[in-house]
């Protein structure tokens, strides 16, 4: 009942920027933290940033200083300002929510992926 659907991937040049965008939709009463992970090929999923309901968050190590990560609670988005790129930032992103249904159920959803490219 509840889908997860990431956009904005594609390929750039280092140096570049993108913006992915991950909307949350379905039979929703809340949702608290809602976060980026990403997995390169023949490593496992990590963490990029999270954000929660109330706009605290939180960045990997490597992506500190040049991602921002933000929300919109009223359309169940949330963002990922992605500047200064590196090929090692090449991955697929996944967007994943922590989601309260109407029976007070709390579940993690995530994405299908959308895949980022950083080449020259």
């Known amino acids: 009942q509840v889908l997860v659907k990431e956009s904005g991937g594609g390929l750039v040049q280092p140096g570049g920027s993108l913006r992915l965008s991950c909307a949350a939709s379905?039979?929703?009463?809340?949702?608290?933290?809602m976060g980026w992970y990403r997995q390169a090929p023949g490593k496992q999923r990590e963490l990029v940033a999270t954000?929660?309901?109330?706009?605290?968050?939180n960045y990997a190590d490597p992506v500190k200083g040049r991602f921002t990560i933000s929300r919109d609670n009223g359309k169940n988005m949330v963002y990922l300002q992605m500047n200064s790129l590196k090929p090692e930032d090449t991955a697929v992103y996944y967007c994943s929510a922590d989601v309260q249904n109407y029976y007070l159920l709390r579940r993690e959803y995530w994405g299908q992926g959308t895949q980022v490219t950083v080449s020259s």
């Open positions: 379905g039979r929703i009463r809340s949702i608290d933290a």
């Open positions: 954000i929660t309901s109330g706009n605290s968050t």
